[in-house]
């Protein structure tokens, strides 16, 4: 199984980035997907996760800015960022759900400057 993660970038406050991260595995439609960011020093914390059933769940910082969606017939899970604040400056990382395994993507780097 492999993780591909794309879109991350510079951008300023109140602008918008979309990642997108592509699964290779077939059973992609039937695992939780999710994103997580981290910062050196701090642990690694989810962002988003959808599940095969499309059952969403937000970090209460992002509620309401951030949108998480999947596309089963690509094999692809997106996370759509507006309203960008500076902390949401971190590395994100797409994270695979394999019943008791976790398979992560590499990271992308997200930047926010005033």
Known sequence: VQLQASGGGSMRVGGSLRLSCKASDVGFRLYTMGW?????????????????????????SVKGRFTISR??????VDLQMNSLKPEDTAVYYCKMRVFSLDVWGQGTQVTVSS
């Open 36 to 60: 997580y960011r981290q910062n050196p020093g701090n642990q690694r914390e989810m962002v988003a996760s959808i599940t095969g059933d499309f059952r969403t769940d937000y970090a209460d």
């Open 71 to 76: 596309d089963n017939a690509k094999n692809t």
